[in-house]
């Protein structure tokens, strides 16, 4: 097989190697190329894998649901009218709605955004109290730092225990005092603590100054009766949220009398949103930069074609020489062709390596951060595999355009020159 020709390769490096310079310079450009392409779309990458860091331990298709006042007056009922949810109102919604996956009623102690006095050997903290399930912890996941989080033994025997965020514990305790196990008080109200968690630096919907409770204690503690304040829902993922969304409104509409126009009554937050418009976003992002980077290396690519042609008019005698020696068109347009993949082929190889290089310091440098979404800046195997496929197949393309000028020169004339 001619690849194998040990004489071919011993010919293209000699050629190549005449004019050491003048071949760095060839490479340069592909070098370049190869660099930018390579830190644009590792760049894209890591920006997408620091949105996907920061959002870590939300379910990117999960749905929030509360209830609000009503815009329009209906069956007798006047605009302004406060909707209250009820526990029932989970049941029906999970009964009527197979692709929600789940669902965890919410309760929160005092108003919204509101805090509690938190107390505990004259240590108080202004925290925010929430009675949930533990399946709240499958939408928004709760890092622990110490102890557990709450779990169904704790809703069926409404334990009095909670579960508080690290700021609660540096308001409550001392520095390196053991809380697992301490009790804490609410609205007079004793609990021990079971556990501590800290912020995901993502989508901090409950903040780090806050006390999770068993809903079924929170009922009886807090008097809150058969009430729901709002509910967290995660949606089967092949479903598209907003449709989910809308059969929620239309069946507590219904619940509730609310008109079917009234767009106030139910306030929802679609978290699905956010996660596709990021998305989308780096999406765009990464075929941009792959779209740059491709005519970065074409023009590169195309620099080699140039030097090829200089390079064969050079070599014009050595050609005819070759010709008058048996060697067909073929063969001399298979040498230069090859010529033009071995340079760019070493060249693109080059720009690889030093571009992975810049990308590690990079990474060493923002990656472990959380404030800017920056997290493993690397190129994916499936995009270096068609990056190097589409470079060696325009330099077989850009190759040929010497290539065909090399098969022209006539053996008689080219003897002739000097």
Known sequence: MWLFDRDLWIEIFHTLGKNMFRTFLTMLGVIFAMVILVLLLGSANGMSNGFNKIFA???????????????????????????????????????????????????????????????????????????????IDEITKKKLVEGRFLNQTDIEHSKKVCVIGEETYKLLFDKGEKAIGQDIRINGVYFSVVGIYKPNNNINIDGENAVFIPFTTFQKAFNSGDRMGWMAIAVDPKTPVPLVEKQIKDILKHKYDIHPDDDRAIGSFDMSEIFNNITSFTMVLQGFSFFVGIFTLLAGVIAISNILLITVKERTKEIGVRRALGATPKIVKRQIVVEAIVLTAFAGLVGFAISVGILAIMNSMWGSGDDFPFANPMISIPQFVISFVLMVGLSVLIGLLPANRAVKVRPIEALREE
């Open 57 to 135: 331990g939300t379910a990117s298709n999960s749905l929030f649901v509360w209830g609000q006042s009503t815009s329009e007056p209906y069956k007798g009922f006047e605009r302004g009218r406060r909707i209250r949810y009820k526990i029932e109102d989970a049941d029906i919604l999970k009964k009527q709605i197979p692709e929600i996956e789940v669902l965890a009623p919410r309760i929160e102690l005092g108003s919204h955004r509101s805090v509690v006095s938190v107390y505990r050997n004259g240590q108080t903290s202004g925290s925010a109290v929430y009675g949930d399930y533990p399946e």
